[in-house]
């Protein structure tokens, strides 16, 4: 054996003695690489698994193999984003160094004139969540340690509550129960939209007035438009609520109503969240410039995956807006909020109705407990398939 590679390896175990934030300095990451050995990419492909209880419920993740044969997952995935995974995504990224996150990044987002958003950018998001998986399992680190964390041992949620009643007196309930369990911060839904005139407007009100006075003074209470309102009823409705003082009106116009959100934000008088229909840090940068937004939510599955992610983290930070990312992936959501300072991401948010399903055929699931998610300890995401959950496989060429 050679010394100089067992000189390596003992460097290396006391690199992650020390702590992952060591593979931030260039030397020691190289150094880390050099030691697991080189990480090429063999193999990107879709596979879709069927459930063993149930024929008609499948799900689908992007697998990336390495030439040793480690299997970084990302996932599950949109079937509409199958086709540019398996025909256009795969072949530039097969062959390539598997640890060179910039040139995959870039050669994906060059790799079509139309990449800049909408579904081949979450397909590019796809493929960069499950290369930051592979990359923690052949360094045996978790991401969050490759990202520069962790910043803390458990990170804090807030409560999603898409697909509860929102009736005043069922959310007063549903509210209590959360919050005695330690949810004491929770984001509901407005059901009524201007079409649904005065009527809905008193019933959105209602539902503010109802979790406030439930709740009581120090619980962050935030409330999703869903981008369905227009100004004039969302400026009128931020003044309605006003006194009930909500921590967030998210997404009350569409998000490509830069207009819209520029008078808003002058009249509104409350702070407001956007950006998870947001794709990149381009598209972010427009709001960060004119002062848009309160807090930013752009979300890994959809923005560019966790390389992405991070980059718009640093760019608001330097703008003073917090990162609060949208959780359809909590995985990568996760490693990256933990990765960060608490002010520049203090929390990440959790779908309770919406995570059952998206982890379902996931051997490790992400449970909340009193308003805290601990952090993963296992190598890359932190999770497998759940093969005893698995009917068949099939592999989805596009
Ligand atoms: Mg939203």
Same mark, same amino acid.
């Given at each position: 054996?050679?010394?100089?590679?067992?000189?390596?390896?003992?460097?290396?175990?006391?690199?992650?003695?020390?702590?992952?934030?060591?593979?931030?300095?260039?030397?020691?990451?190289?150094?880390?690489?050099?030691?697991?050995?080189?990480?090429?990419?063999?193999?990107?492909?879709?596979?879709?698994?069927?459930?063993?209880?149930?024929?008609?419920?499948?799900?689908?993740?992007?697998?990336?193999?390495?030439?040793?044969?480690?299997?970084?997952?990302?996932?599950?995935?949109?079937?509409?984003?199958?086709?540019?995974?398996?025909?256009?995504?795969?072949?530039?990224?097969?062959?390539?160094?598997?640890?060179?996150?910039?040139?995959?990044?870039?050669?994906?987002?060059?790799?079509?004139?139309?990449?800049?958003?909408?579904?081949?950018?979450?397909?590019?998001?796809?493929?960069?969540?499950?290369?930051?998986?592979?990359?923690?399992?052949?360094?045996?680190?978790?991401?969050?340690?490759?990202?520069?964390?962790? +910043?803390?041992?458990?990170?804090?949620?807030?409560?999603?509550?898409?697909?509860?009643?929102t009736a005043p007196?069922?959310a007063?309930?549903?509210?209590?129960?959360?919050?005695?369990?330690?949810?004491?911060?929770?984001?509901w839904f407005f059901e009524h939209a201007p079409a649904a005139g005065s009527d809905g407007f008193n019933k959105n009100v209602a539902l503010v007035r109802a979790l406030r006075?439930?709740?009581?003074?120090?619980?962050?209470?935030?409330f999703d438009c869903k981008w369905a309102w227009d100004v004039p009823y969302a400026v009128q409705f931020a003044k309605a609520v006003r006194e009930f003082?909500p921590?967030?009106l998210?997404?009350p116009v569409?998000?490509?109503?830069?207009?819209?959100? +520029?008078?808003f934000?002058?009249d509104g008088g409350v702070?407001?969240?956007?950006?998870?229909?947001?794709?990149?840090?381009?598209?972010?940068?427009?709001?960060?410039?004119?002062?848009?937004?309160?807090?930013?939510?752009?979300?890994?599955?959809?923005?560019?995956?966790? +390389?992405?992610?991070?980059?718009?983290?640093?760019?608001?930070?330097?703008?003073?807006?917090?990162?609060?990312?949208?959780?359809?992936?909590?995985?990568?959501?996760?490693?990256?909020?933990?990765?960060?300072?608490?002010?520049?991401?203090?929390?990440?948010?959790?779908?309770?109705?919406?995570?059952?399903?998206?982890?379902?055929?996931?051997?490790?699931?992400?449970?909340?407990?009193?308003?805290?998610?601990?952090?993963? +300890?296992?190598?890359?995401?932190?999770?497998?398939?759940?093969?005893?959950?698995?009917?068949?496989?099939?592999?989805?060429?596009?």
């Open positions: 054996m050679n010394p100089n590679s067992l000189t390596r390896r003992t460097l290396l175990r006391q690199t992650f003695a020390m702590g992952g934030w060591a593979l931030l300095n260039p030397f020691w990451r190289a150094l880390a690489a050099d030691a697991a050995g080189p990480l090429k990419v063999k193999q990107v492909r879709v596979i879709e698994l069927t459930d063993a209880a149930d024929p008609n419920h499948k799900s689908q993740y992007v697998e990336v193999i390495s030439e040793s044969g480690l299997v970084g997952l990302g996932g599950p995935i949109y079937p509409e984003q199958d086709f540019i995974i398996a025909k256009d995504l795969a072949p530039v990224i097969k062959g390539r160094d598997a640890m060179a996150y910039e040139a995959l990044w870039d050669a994906m987002k060059l790799s079509d004139r139309h990449s800049r958003a909408g579904l081949y950018m979450m397909a590019i998001s796809a493929v960069d969540i499950a290369l930051w998986d592979l990359r923690g399992k052949h360094l045996g680190r978790p991401v969050y340690e490759l990202l520069g964390g962790p +910043t803390r041992s458990s990170v804090p949620i807030y409560g999603s509550m898409l697909g509860y009643d007196e069922a007063r309930k549903t509210a209590r129960d959360f919050y005695d369990r330690g949810f004491t911060a929770q984001k006075e439930e709740l009581g003074p120090d619980a962050e209470i935030m003082n921590k967030w998210e997404e569409r998000s490509e109503n830069l207009d819209g959100y +520029t008078a934000k002058r702070p407001v969240a956007g950006g998870e229909h947001l794709y990149s840090r381009w598209e972010v940068k427009q709001y960060l410039d004119r002062g848009l937004l309160d807090y930013v939510q752009t979300d890994p599955e959809w923005c560019g995956g966790i +390389t992405e992610l991070v980059k718009i983290c640093t760019m608001c930070e330097v703008h003073g807006v917090p990162v609060i990312p949208h959780g359809h992936h909590i995985w990568a959501s996760l490693h990256v909020v933990a990765s960060r300072s608490a002010r520049v991401c203090p929390m990440a948010e959790f779908l309770f109705h919406w995570m059952p399903e998206k982890q379902y055929f996931q051997d490790t699931i992400i449970t909340p407990d009193k308003g805290r998610i601990t952090l993963p +300890t296992k190598p890359g995401l932190g999770f497998g398939i759940d093969d005893s959950k698995v009917a068949s496989r099939r592999e989805i060429k596009g």
